[in-house]
């Protein structure tokens, strides 16, 4: 299995731009997550998903903040407008057994 | 409220060296208890984990952990470390049954010397 997979791997953008982040969770894994890591606040939690239906997205910072799961096996996350402070690295992982098998991450940095 | 703490940033050891990461956690039952490690432009992958039963677990890459439930700790330890270990480590706790749940510690930055 080639694991969660996420594009872009990086993404250079301006404020206010419109920013999609793409994620292919591991097949058969039920669960899915989306995870923000900064040098400040450490990994958080945004959204989790089980069976493609949001069950808790009380991590999502603002409204700005949205995020999708059409089928089992692609999941987005978009921000609209974008701004400086977003700048992070954003994981997708999914989960089989209770445990976590994360992607390789967008480095995202909004100028 | 579940809560970790990892309380060393930075870790530098010698090649060859014995190797512990401090891991603590606050949380009101026997929780399920993770180590994660994080190597530069990657995901966290993981190297253990701890549910119920034997204390001490073993790892991928000769990691080991043991939980102490009286110390509320579950430390790291390597016996001989490889320069390829060099890396993040994060320890993790949550409820059972819930990754949903799972509170990731603040991280502890490896260094490994030549």
């Known amino acids: 299995d080639a694991g969660v997979i996420q594009s872009p791997r990086h993404e250079v953008t301006e404020m206010g731009q419109e920013v999609t982040l793409r994620c292919k969770p591991i097949s058969g894994h039920n669960s899915l997550f989306w995870y923000r890591q900064t040098m400040m606040r450490g990994l958080e939690l945004l959204i989790y998903?089980?069976?493609?239906?949001?069950?808790?997205d009380s991590g999502m910072p603002e409204d700005r903040f949205s995020a999708k799961m059409p089928n089992a096996s692609f999941s987005t996350l978009k921000i609209q407008p974008s701004e400086p402070r977003d700048s992070a690295v954003y994981f997708c992982?999914?989960?089989?057994?209770?445990?976590?098998?994360f992607g390789s991450g967008t480095q995202l940095s909004v100028l | 409220a579940q809560s970790v703490t990892q309380p060393d940033i930075h870790i530098t050891v010698s090649e060859g060296a014995s190797l512990e990461l401090r891991c603590n956690y606050s949380y009101g039952a026997t929780p399920y208890l993770f180590w994660y490690v994080q190597s530069p432009g990657q995901g966290l992958q993981l190297l253990l984990k701890?549910?119920?039963?034997?204390?001490l677990v073993q790892g991928i890459k000769g990691f080991e952990a043991e939980f102490k439930r009286s110390q509320s700790s579950f430390n790291l330890r390597k016996p001989s470390v490889h320069w390829s270990d060099a890396a993040e480590y994060f320890c993790a706790v949550g409820p059972p049954g819930s990754a949903r749940q799972l509170t990731f510690g603040s991280g502890t930055q490896l260094t490994v010397l030549p």
């Open positions: 701890y549910f119920s039963g034997d204390t």
């Open positions: 998903f089980n069976n493609n239906v949001p069950i808790d």
């Open positions: 992982a999914s989960s089989f057994n209770e445990k976590l098998f």
